[in-house]
Structures are given as C-alpha cells and as structure tokens.
C-alpha cells in the first residue's frame, strides 16, 4: 500500500488538536515551528508547582541550570512572601513565571470575588519582587470551571493546564515517576511537577533522569509561554505614570538617601535625617521626586515620608477618629498606658498607629525587622498568629493570607508603628472611641472562665490517655443527645485511630460532638466537609468563614487529622509528623495544650472551650 505523505506542520497541529486542551490562546504560529528551527518537530515544557521554598526549589533550579534548561514555575502568593530571594533566583535565572493563587484553594469552592484576589494579589507579589507580570495561571489541584476560567481572563491571564501528571505529589517512587513519564509521548507536553508542598526528593531525584529521557528522544525543551507563543509582561508594561504632586512631608528615618534617579542603582547625592522638611515635586510607583531645602532635586523611597495634611476628614464607618493636633489616651483592660517618648499619632488615613513597643510589651507579641526590597518588614508573632506587615503597605500577610488594611504601617522619626485596629481585632479585642475624652480603649472579648463549672478533681484532664470511657458508653451517650446515626457510626473509626496516636478518644467524641452539634452541624460548616473540629486551612481565617475551613475527601481523614492536631497539641512523641491530612500541623504547637482544660483560647478563642468539654466527657463518662 502506497504511504501518504504528510506535511510535517500539519501533522503536528493534528496531533495537537488531538492532545488534551492545556492552554486557551490565540496563538500567531505553531510551537512546531519553533521546534523546527532547533531541529526538533518535539517540544516539551516542564512546568513545577507550588514554590518557591528552600530546599527542593533551589535544588531543581541547580539541575535546570547544569543541564541549561529553562522551566516554567507556577508559584504561590505566599511562597513568594516567603521565600523571596528564591523567587527572584527563578526570575534571574530565565524562567517563566506563572500565577498558582495566593493560597491553593479550590477556586471551584470559593466566590468570584475570592477568587480575584487569590489571583492579583499572587500577581502582585510576583511583580513587586520580578518586575514580571505573568500571562499564565494554573487552577490548584486543576479544578476549574467556566467561571473560573471567565475569572482567570477577566484578570487578563490565560489558563494553563497540563497533558502529563508525574503525580510526583502522591510520594510515587523515582522509577513510578519516569514510568508515568515514558507512558505519554507526544509532539507538544506540558509535564506537571512540584518544587513545593510537601516532600519532594523523589522528584529532584527523577528529574535529570527526565531530563536525560526527553533529550535521548529528540525533544526541544521549552517554556510554556514559548510553548505557545505567549509573551511574559514585564513592568514596563503597566509601570505606574509620573504624577504631579506639591505637598510638603517630613523624613521619617534617621538617614535618608536622596538619589539621581528612582532607583537602588543611581548614585547618592544628599543624605537627610530624620524631621527634615521636604517638598514632594512627584510621585512615580515607589519614589518621590523632591525638592531639597538648599533647592536641590532627588529621588527617595516614598516609603520614608510623610506628607504633612491640611486636614482630616471626620469619621468614616467602623474607624477609629481621633481630633488632630490634640493629645489622646490609650486604656487598655481598664489601665491607661504611659507613652513617655514615642507616642501614638493620627496617619494621613484618620487612623490610630501606634509604637510596635507596645504590640510586643502589652500585647505578648514578638516581634523581628527585616528589609525586603529596600522596605522595612515588621514581623510580629504569638500563639497561632503570624502577621508580615510593610512599611508603606496596604496588604498585611496573616498566617500566609492576605488581608487588606485601611492604612499601613509607618516610620515616624527612626521608630516602627503600626495600627492598632487591625492588630486589636487579631488577637480578639474591641476598640472604643471616646470623643469627649480623646481615648481608645482596648478590651478583651475572650470570656472569662467559670471556675465552678469542673471541681478541683477534674481541673487537669490530660489529652493522653487510656480510654477514659468504652466505644458503648459513647454511642449511648451520643444517641441520647439526638446525635446522628452517621455521627454515632463514627465512633468506631475514632476509637481506633485515636489509640494508635495515645489520645483519648473521649476527648476527640466530645470535641466531635461540641464541634458539630453532634452531627447535625448547622452552623459554618456542613457535613460535606468531613471536618470533624472545624479545622481551618493552612492559611486559616475568620471563624465565620467557611472557605478558611478545611475540607477533607473522607471522614477518615477528617477524623485523622483531628487526632493528629490534638496529639501535636500534647507533644506527643514522634510528632510533628512528616505526612498527616492536619493542615495546620505546625511544629510550635508541639506540647503548648497537654489538657483539654488548656485548649481554651488555643483551639478556639473562648477560655471557656475546654472546660465545656470537661464537662461532656464527665456526662458520657456517667452513660
């Protein structure tokens, strides 16, 4: 039979329609011509997901840069936090960079509004630290709809999936991955693999493996933008214009560097210290334009000054409003705070900020400074909170999610400070404001405990420990309290997992049963989510939001990850554990709750929570 001849274009564009659909774009010409040019009708991109961190990231950035190969990393918004100078490795080294979300949800489960901050704030944070806007976003976990994808385009992205899986992330051997990878030929793969999100040797160990594989097979590797003709954006392309300003503002740090240009790299003309007045000609992205004293124009970091305001507008809703240019007084739990020489002030936002000194000595926070990009980074820290906040910066990073705050943190004559709003309301308290007598007051919200709700006798009950109670006793019990059948059901599979980790599995039925209603739910939370104690995200939020809630695939894993958050709480040996469903499996939880009594205001923000578990633990005990 006579073969028919085909042209090689068409027949790779054929093969290609046929492949399943990784990329929406109206592309100018075939990645095949491109492959042609090197000699290869076979391209592949290899494509790494939810970095940048450490130690795997930058040991597969040390083989992609051996073997001169140029990747594609889809990173996560609070990774780049992170671990910035990874980033910018990635960037500096020829990489593509595309959008992975701010905090791997699944952006099927959340709003569309959500959703649009998952991804602009990942892209703002890309391009703060690279100077790239990327092009490409991969939905976590791959799950997308229409909507997501009309969310993705609406921020100006193209989507981007995947036609090989190394399923890397499933803890595959070296050899399972190669296997997987050898299993998929094509003329155009995009391979998915991760640089981040759990432990990933078997993937940097596969890797030059991989590498060696697609060469032997006559590929040309490629990046995903060039896999389909897409151009990265650089900030050139939505760098902020030159805005006319003429205010007057004062140096805020002890030394501030005035330069020839607006840039780290332009020579240092004039230095000014701190309560110098300047006058601001103009604004462009992070510089201002000024006008020295002696008549003299410079560049500095806007993040250094503050500009003098003719006036404050009066209160907006839900803000603290303080007269201007009057004294005011800070109460905190009913005692007034004495602020000898450095105190707090009104911001050109009409919001309270107040000295760090005070977040760290009254509020227990610790507290370390950093400088990322030539701007002031104030950590603070204390129990399960952990805030990075930026001098001159709107968006707060809490527990590795953004949060957007009405004014941002500011130097004021070589000291840090910060609004008090936002830190109050962490930690749980409330803000009054006293027109009459200028002062704030703080408060705790947290009840206060009711020390005859237990007798002396039970005041300790250890999270460890032999059943206190028999798997009958707790389905009596249960049932006799209106429980579901489904959550009575359940009791079977948290007696056996709980003696394997040495917790009582009273105390895990009773956390279930006050966590859920026993079993009816009800609340925040319904029983699709298979979150047994209401378990939040890495990233944690609001109690009152079910997106910052863990949903787990199984009651197993529900109820697995309960008892592994309850035995890391104990310091239980062994623990943390390298591999758990426990999305907040951190290891300075270790030992901080070794009786349930102590869970109050550590698993839940009410003092009381571990004492109204007591207290079920005693009436089933009595079943």
């Not at 991760?194 to 991989?210: C, D, F, Q, Y």
């Not at 001098?391 to 000291?415: F, H």
């Not at 009582?504 to 026993?518: I, N, W």
């Not at 554990?577 to 901080?592: A, E, I, M, Q, Y």
């Amino acid at each position: 039979m006579m073969k028919k001849k085909y042209n090689p274009g068409i027949l790779a564009l054929l093969i290609a329609m046929i492949m399943m659909p990784v990329l929406t774009v109206a592309a100018n010409k075939s990645s095949a011509e491109a492959a042609q040019a090197s000699g290869s009708n076979k391209v592949v991109a290899l494509t790494f997901d939810d970095g940048p961190e450490r130690k795997y990231t930058e040991q597969i950035l040390d083989i992609l840069k051996k073997n001169e190969i140029k990747a594609t990393f889809f990173v996560i918004g609070r990774q780049v936090k992170m671990y910035p100078d990874v980033m910018q490795r990635i960037s500096k080294e020829g990489h593509a960079l595309g959008n992975h979300t701010w905090s791997h949800p699944y952006l099927t489960k959340i709003s569309n509004k959500e959703i649009h901050t998952e991804i602009s704030t990942t892209n703002q944070a890309i391009r703060d630290l690279t100077g790239i806007t990327p092009v490409l976003m991969r939905p976590p976990y791959g799950a997308t709809s229409a909507q997501v994808k009309k969310e993705i385009e609406a921020a100006g992205l193209v989507q981007a999936l995947w036609n090989v899986d190394t399923l890397d992330w499933t803890g595959h051997s070296v050899s399972a991955i190669l296997q997987i990878v050898k299993a998929n030929p094509g003329s155009k793969l995009n391979v998915l693999m991760h640089s981040g999100g759990g432990n990933r040797e078997n993937t940097v160990k596969a890797l030059p493996e991989i590498i060696k594989y697609y060469k032997e097979q006559g590929y040309t590797f490629v990046t995903m933008p060039q896999l389909y003709n897409v151009k990265e954006s650089n900030v050139s392309s939505t760098e902020p214009t030159e805005q006319s300003l003429n205010k007057a503002a004062i140096v805020t740090t002890d030394i501030l560097n005035v330069r020839a240009g607006r840039g780290l790299e332009y020579s240092i003309i004039s230095k000014l210290s701190s309560g110098t007045r300047v006058h601001i000609i103009s604004s462009h992205g992070d510089w201002y334009q000024i006008k020295l004293p002696e008549g003299q124009i410079g560049w500095v970091d806007s993040s250094y000054l503050v500009i003098e305001q003719d006036s404050i507008t009066d209160s907006t809703h839900n803000s603290i409003n303080v007269p201007v240019n009057k004294e005011y007084y800070l109460i905190y739990n009913q005692e007034k705070i004495q602020f000898l020489d450095v105190k707090p002030y009104i911001d050109s936002n009409n919001r309270l900020q107040v000295p760090v000194r005070f977040i760290t000595e009254l509020l227990n926070f610790n507290v370390s400074f950093g400088i990322s990009n030539a701007v002031k980074t104030i950590h603070l820290f204390k129990d399960n909170l952990n805030v990075e906040l930026r001098v001159g910066d709107s968006i707060a990073v809490v527990n590795g999610k953004a949060l957007e705050m009405d004014t941002s943190p500011t130097i004021v004559k070589g000291n840090s400070f910060v609004p008090i709003r936002v830190l109050g309301e962490l930690v749980g308290m409330d803000l009054v404001w006293d027109s009459k007598l200028n002062t704030v007051t703080l408060s705790d919200r947290n009840e206060s405990i009711n020390n005859d709700m237990v007798s002396d006798s039970v005041s300790k009950t250890p999270i460890l420990s032999a059943p206190t109670a028999t798997v009958e006793q707790a389905k009596a019990w249960a049932r006799a309290k209106g429980a579901t059948e489904m959550f009575v059901d359940l009791s079977d599979l948290i007696w056996s997992e709980a003696l394997k980790a040495g917790v009582d599995p009273v105390v895990v039925f009773c956390q279930f049963a006050k966590e859920t209603g026993y079993g009816k739910f009800g609340s925040v939370l319904d029983e699709t989510y298979m979150n047994p104690a209401g378990l939040k995200t890495i990233d944690g939020g609001s109690d009152y939001d079910q997106s910052a809630h863990q949903r787990f695939s199984n009651w197993n894993e529900g109820i697995q990850a309960h008892i592994d958050h309850l035995a890391l709480y104990a310091g239980v040996d062994g623990y943390p554990k390298s591999v758990t469903f426990d999305p907040r499996h951190f290891p300075h939880l270790k030992g901080t709750a070794i009786t349930v009594e102590s869970l109050g205001g550590k698993w839940a923000p009410s003092l009381s929570y571990g004492v109204e578990i007591v207290k079920m633990m005693l009436e089933l005990k009595m079943s």
